[in-house]
């Protein structure tokens, strides 16, 4: 029968139990409770690390759309200056035109190139941060005054 096994008797489980020593349940929840303060630091850095990860890519995020922007105005303006000169266009010679028209190479793929960047840094953010699919930076605060 199960009852009368050598290992399952009261007598068998009172003699070979582990004497504990004077003190040493107290030492032990306190190891926990030190173990329990450890683990809520190491929570509260990890949540800042995060929180400073976040805000540095927020910033590369501003700085690609700043990029952007200024490639912007810069095909913009040179646009504008391609058809100032179209009027003039007898005028100019052929080197001259080449010259405009790698310069608009340049500045397109300047474009392009800023353009990419600011989409991979916003995706960075979106997933570091947990948002949702669209979101937009905002350039009201006051860390920018």
Sequence with gaps: PLGTSDFNRQDWFQLTKRMQYPGQRKNRINLMLERVKLSEYEYKKAFNDL?????????????ADVNKKLATE???SLNI????????????????????????????????????EFKKQKEELR?????SDTFSISYNDTFFS
């Design 127 to 131: 997933y570091l941060a947990g948002l």
């Design 51 to 63: 929180s400073k990860e976040v805000a540095l890519n927020w910033l590369d995020v501003w700085y």
């Design 74 to 76: 810069a095909v913009n």
């Design 81 to 116: 200056y391609q058809e100032r000169l179209a009027a003039q266009r007898n005028e100019l010679k052929s080197l001259d035109l080449i010259r405009i028209r790698i310069l608009d190479d340049e500045y397109d793929m300047y474009y392009i190139k800023a353009d990419k």
